[in-house]
């Protein structure tokens, strides 16, 4: 099976199938069966979480707000869980969502910062059931209180009334709907005067920037950005990159992502002893040599591709020979099934640190990301479980983690502030430049992980340094980069690290 084109690595492509709602909606179609989910849900219990090494005691909202077409009717039911600090007064509010498109929220929700956590195994697959959930000690809580956010047609969050799924499932049309349910949940819930703060995951760093404006221009500033596993640009895209002729970068910027797996796999000749180092020597040949080889295209030198071959060898484990077959570009999707062929292994997508078994051990690309099977089952069952027997929500609901359908039915097309809509390729960074030019003070945060063979961290940190803007700028964005995958979180040691440093940046960005 070969990814989709350009926008696979945008993607937050667990494993999961997209479910039938029957409860919810009729068979083939995103309308409720009834109207009875018109109207808004409200479930608050209460809690404690020890997070930041204090006793945080929390109301949690679960429910759903109503959005209204142009006519004024019901359109669209967005599911939500706020918690919010006992007594917290105007303490700065985060907005969380995941990607996809087509995903819910549940990752980051019981991952990385909601008040429980879903333990896992680190880098293999995670035994079946009975799964452990447990105080998370990174949640942010300690510093921020804490919106989730299920995107339309995921989750509980649904279609409804006279409300159609092509109104929502679009870059443009989707950016739109998150900024509605901001200004609503900052009236219902008397949040207009607190700092405010956006964190999107994958997909959700597209939407995140075109969210940022959206508000902007709904004259509502927020206090900072942040953004995890990001691809604002889905041009640089390490698995669309061998369908897009001449646009060589995208296979530079993913090589120190390439690196690193192999290095993690004992797989590069002669091993150093520090990832951070090894990095280091690989992003200068990356853009160096290696970029200047790819741009010669056919008026390379047979002597000097031979020699930037076994360069790449010394790099990735890759024989040389592979690298010349492969006219010195290896996709994502080829990369992650020949680093361990020898073992009849893939190396993970979303996190290079997993393996599985090859389903075509003579195949070219890799089937499936071993990740996504090897922790999904624990994510979402522990979910279904929570919501419904600690929030008391949903007991007669379907939860749908990820919908492939909506993914399918995706408008990728998005109008830039300039007015300009681009087929293909998604590109937001104008929309984040545009955001941070009129918002001078806003604070922007890039994590990522060094095995996310997704969405590379070196890619992001590129676009970042690329953004159309005055250079001044420059200095409100801040980096950190975690020895963990796509989900940073899913390591022990990085979610604490990025606790840290994310309410480290929440603390300094609204004084």
Do not use: C
């Amino acid at each position: 099976m070969k990814y989709a084109p350009l926008m696979a690595a945008a993607l937050l492509a667990f494993a999961v199938p997209a479910l039938a709602d029957d409860a919810m909606a009729k068979p083939g179609t995103d309308k409720p069966a009834d109207d009875s989910n018109t109207k808004p849900t409200l479930s608050t219990t209460s809690g404690s979480v020890t997070a930041g090494g204090q006793k945080i005691n929390y109301k949690a909202n679960t429910g759903t707000l109503i959005l209204k077409n142009d006519k004024d009717e019901p359109a669209l039911s967005m599911f939500y869980v706020y918690y919010a600090k006992d007594g917290g007064g105007d303490r700065p509010i985060t907005f969380f969502f995941n990607g996809g498109p087509g995903s819910a929220t549940v990752w980051l929700h019981m991952g990385a910062f909601g008040p429980q956590r879903v333990r896992t195994a680190d880098d293999t697959h995670t035994p079946g059931a009975p799964y452990v959930l447990a105080n998370n000690d990174d949640s942010l809580l300690d510093v921020t209180d804490e919106v989730f956010i299920d995107a339309p047609g995921t989750g509980f969050s649904r279609i409804v009334g006279k409300g159609d799924g092509k109104d929502y499932y679009g870059v443009d049309q989707d950016g739109k709907a998150f900024t509605a349910f901001i200004q609503q949940f900052l009236s219902k819930y008397g949040r207009w005067n607190s700092p405010k703060y956006i964190f999107g995951e994958s997909y959700g760093t597209i939407r995140g920037p075109v969210l940022t404006l959206d508000l902007q221009n709904a004259s509502i500033d927020i206090n900072g950005l942040i953004l995890l596993s990001a691809i604002p640009n889905t041009e640089i895209s390490p698995d669309g990159d061998s369908l897009n002729p001449a646009i060589d970068v995208p296979f530079a910027l993913v090589l120190p992502t390439q690196a690193a797996v192999a290095w993690y796999h004992n797989r590069v000749p002669n091993k150093p002893a520090k990832l951070e180092d090894f990095l280091a020597q690989v992003e200068k040949f990356a853009m160096g040599d290696y970029l200047t080889a790819l741009n010669a295209g056919s008026t390379l030198d047979p002597a000097t591709k031979q020699k930037i071959a076994e360069q790449l060898h010394n790099y990735t484990g890759l024989s040389a020979d592979y690298w010349m077959k492969a006219n010195l570009r290896v996709s994502g999707g080829q990369f992650e099934h020949e680093l361990m062929r020898d073992s009849d292994q893939l190396a993970g997508r979303l996190d290079g640190r997993f393996s599985g078994y090859a389903l075509d051990p003579l195949g070219e690309q890799a089937e499936y990301d071993p990740q996504s099977s090897a922790i999904s089952s624990a994510y979402v069952s522990l979910f279904n479980d929570y919501v419904r027997k600690t929030l008391n929500y949903g007991q007669d609901m379907t939860y749908i983690p990820l919908s492939f359908d909506i993914n399918g039915k995706w408008d990728y097309k998005h109008t830039n502030p300039f007015g300009q809509a681009f087929p293909g390729a998604t590109n937001v960074l104008p929309d984040l430049a545009i955001a941070m030019g009129q918002n001078p003070t806003m604070k922007v945060m890039l994590n990522g992980g060094y095995y996310d063979l997704a969405t590379a961290f070196y890619a992001a940190q590129f676009q970042m340094q690329h953004l159309p803007m005055d250079d001044s700028l420059q200095k409100n964005i801040t980096y950190a980069w975690y020895p963990s995958g796509h989900m940073v979180y899913a390591n022990e040691a990085s979610a604490k690290a990025l606790h840290d440093n994310v309410a480290k940046f929440i603390e300094s960005s609204h004084k």
